[in-house]
Structures are given as structure tokens and as C-alpha cells.
């Protein structure tokens, strides 16, 4: 089954952009995923196509439609969750990436202007997502960023599939560090372990150096990683705890 994306947008030339190079680009060639942009412009009724007008109790900037943007929404058939791309939205994290990846596609409404008439956001139960605390000029680049996330997490896109398990934020971690030929580089060499062969050690340290390098730079990261490490253990004890019950109750019977 091909996994749909549609994108309803003011610039529909944007795309396919980058996802059209590339990973995403072959797997769009194989047709593991399908890209379709909708023009918004094209839902204005009037001569002009005016998609925008100026917002109730002053202030600068002009605001989305709320006529022009809901036609745009009840014409499209793809699909899966309907998320509005917004700095006012949840911040985005792999664990939404790969719920996205496991449904049937996904349509995204790329913001423009001061934003998008809240009546929008409420009647069609938006999902809004942002990449982070910044502002773009619009939602298209965080549309290309989603979706190149969404696809290289498709089946047969990317050509080693074990590399994905091991990538930042799928256990809690940033990724480790990695080194490849030369041995020796500007006089900074490969730590000895990456070249020991013992892979028990090389994976340890690897562990090890996510976990630092996560501890140093998100903090945010590290104390869920641990609260969910400590969880874990907990939930371990309890099991053992509950056998060796079950097993001196079995005894004594």
C-alpha cells in the first residue's frame, strides 16, 4: 500500500523540493509514498482569489480565510490526520513521526501570514505541529522537514534499515559519535575500542557516549531517559518479586 501525503499550500511550487532528490525521491519513483499539493488560491471565490483579509480587533499582519481554507480542507480525500503546520502547535518528536509513518498518510496545512482563522483549527479538529520555537516564513519548509522524516521511515527507503534503530532520539538518546577512514586524522585518532573487534565493548561504548552526549547537551532528554530507565527497573523488580512469590507458594502446596 502506498503511504499518501497531500499538502494544501498558497506555493504549491515548493514541492515536491527536496523531497523529490534523494532517498525520498526514489521512494517516490518505487512508489512506496505519493506526494499531492492543493492549491489553496484555487478554493477563492471572488475575482481577485483573495485568500487573506485583516483580523478582527486590529493589529498587523492579515489572516488566513476561514471560508477559503475550509473548502480546501472538505475537497480532500487523502488519508489519515489532518495536522496544521504552526509555531502555536506541539512540538514535533520521532515517536509522532513513526505514528504518522504507521497510518495510512497524512495531510498537511501549511500556514501563511499572521495564521489561520481559529473557526478553521476547531471545525476540522486540526492537529497543530511545530518544529520547534521559532518562526518561519510559512509552513512549507515544515512540511518538506515532516515529510522527509515520515518517508526515510517507509520500508525499503533507506537501504539498511537497522541504521534507523540506532539513530537519535529512538531510545531516548542522542546518537553516539562516528568515525570512519583515515585512522588518523589532523592527529586526532578513532578511539582504540571502534577498532578492537569486540563488538560487546564497541557497543557498550557507544551506549556510553549517547548517553553522555545526551546528559551534556538535552538535559530535557536525559531526565526522561532516566525516569524511564528507573521505570523500567522498577517494573523488572516487581516481575522477579512476583515469581519468587508465585514460586515459594507453589512449594508450599
Not at 61 to 82: F, I, N, Q, S, Y
Not at 135 to 164: F, H, K, N, Q, W
Not at 219 to 248: C, F, M, N, V
Request: hydrophobic share 40%.
Amino acid at each position: 500500500m502506498t503511504w499518501a501525503a497531500s499538502v494544501l499550500t498558497l506555493f504549491p511550487d515548493m514541492f515536491p523540493g527536496p523531497l523529490g532528490l534523494s532517498l525520498a525521491g526514489k521512494a517516490m519513483e518505487r512508489g512506496r509514498w505519493s506526494l499531492k499539493t492543493v492549491d489553496i488560491r484555487s478554493f477563492a471565490t471572488d475575482a481577485h482569489r483573495t485568500v487573506d483579509d485583516t483580523p478582527f480587533g486590529g493589529g498587523p499582519g492579515m489572516v488566513l480565510k476561514p471560508d477559503v481554507v475550509d473548502a480546501a480542507l472538505r475537497a480532500e480525500t487523502t488519508p489519515g490526520p489532518r495536522i496544521y503546520l504552526s509555531p502555536r502547535g506541539r512540538v514535533v518528536d520521532q515517536r509522532r513521526i513513526r505514528e504518522l509513518v504507521e497510518g495510512p498518510g497524512v495531510v498537511l496545512l501549511c500556514g501563511r501570514f499572521e495564521g489561520l482563522d481559529q473557526r478553521v483549527i476547531d471545525e476540522h479538529a486540526l492537529e497543530e505541529i511545530s518544529l520547534g520555537d521559532f518562526v518561519l516564513s510559512g509552513g512549507e519548509p515544515a512540511a518538506i522537514t515532516i515529510l522527509d522524516a515520515c518517508v526515510r521511515l517507509l520500508p525499503g527507503t533507506v537501504g539498511a534499515p537497522e541504521t534507523l534503530v540506532e539513530e537519535s532520539f529512538e531510545a531516548g538518546l542522542l546518537e553516539y559519535p562516528h568515525y570512519t577512514r583515515p585512522q588518523v586524522w589532523r592527529e586526532r585518532a578513532v578511539p582504540d575500542v571502534l577498532l578492537s573487534g569486540n563488538h560487546g565493548k564497541i557497543k557498550a561504548w557507544r551506549r556510553a557516549a549517547a548517553e553522555a552526549a545526551t546528559k551534556g547537551r538535552r538535559p530535557d532528554l536525559w531526565d526522561r531517559y532516566q525516569a524511564k530507565s528507573s521505570a523500567r527497573q522498577s517494573d523488572i523488580g516487581t516481575e522477579r518479586a512476583t515469581g519468587r512469590l508465585a514460586g515459594a507458594i507453589e512449594e508450599e502446596v
